[in-house]
């Protein structure tokens, strides 16, 4: 079955350690997204892209980084740049210029700071 | 910047009557898309609008989007038990080949006895 891939499920940072986020696709998506949540928020977009190595900033990208090697793969850094890392990371991926697709999300990495 | 405004925040419902999500945007879209988030877990895909006009149901829920008012609405009727989650609306501004989705503060739901 197609689908995302989000691991790990749960993620424990030391103060001052950069962690990576694991996110892969075997639906042939074009485009790959980052969010974040918070206790009893929205969702804020982190990063996002749309083609191979290339990427653009979303709405809160400090303190992160991504990188796109592969159409299927869309890893997330959390430095210790950013002063506040816990919450739950979502990954989602779309196929462009097909109006009636909707974006699928992965089950999410729950990143706790220690 | 795109905003994205849903309400009410908290929703109590009684089985068996009939509630309205809202959910505004600041910025011209004809792409509005329904999420449902249980506690702890990722987020389902309920409906894509993407026209004005646009109504689609599934079960007990309808969804339709205003593109002049700038406004969708999510339709329960006769809530039940399992309806209990957060839900969530999301916007994909219309920009040429700048695809990505703005988020509302989601709906919590309840429905008691």
Redesign the interface.
């Known amino acids: 079955d197609g689908g995302i891939t989000q691991s790990p499920k749960y993620l424990f940072r030391k103060e001052g350690q950069n962690v990576t986020l694991s996110c892969e696709q075997n639906l042939n998506h074009d485009?790959m997204?980052w969010?974040r949540q918070d206790p009893?928020?929205?969702?804020?977009?982190i990063y996002?892209s749309?083609i191979v190595n290339d990427f653009q900033k979303?709405d809160i990208a400090e303190g992160y980084s991504v990188s796109r090697e592969k159409k299927e793969s869309f890893p997330l850094t959390v430095t210790s740049a950013q002063k506040n890392p816990t919450a739950f990371y979502?990954c989602?991926s779309?196929i462009?210029g097909r109006?009636?697709?909707?974006?699928?999300?992965?089950?999410?990495t729950r990143l706790t700071v220690v | 910047e795109l905003k994205?405004e849903q309400n009410p925040l908290f929703l109590s419902m009684q089985e068996g009557k009939n509630y309205t999500i809202y959910c505004n945007y600041s910025t011209t879209s004809d792409?509005l898309?329904w999420?449902r988030q249980d506690p702890g877990?990722?987020?389902e895909?309920l409906f894509?609008l993407?026209s004005n006009g646009a109504v689609k149901q599934e079960g007990r829920l309808m969804a339709s989007l205003d593109t002049k008012a700038r406004l969708s609405t999510l339709h329960i009727t006769a809530a039940v038990h399992d309806l209990s989650a957060t839900y969530?609306c999301?916007v994909d501004p219309k920009r040429p080949?700048?695809?990505?989705?703005?988020?509302?503060?989601?709906t919590?739901v309840t429905v008691r006895a």
């Open positions: 485009a997204y969010y009893g928020q929205g969702l804020r977009l996002y749309q979303g979502l989602a779309t462009l109006r009636t697709e909707s974006y699928t999300f992965g089950s999410g | 994205v792409r898309y999420y877990k990722s987020l895909s894509v993407l969530f999301a080949n700048d695809y990505k989705l703005s988020f509302g503060a989601g919590t």
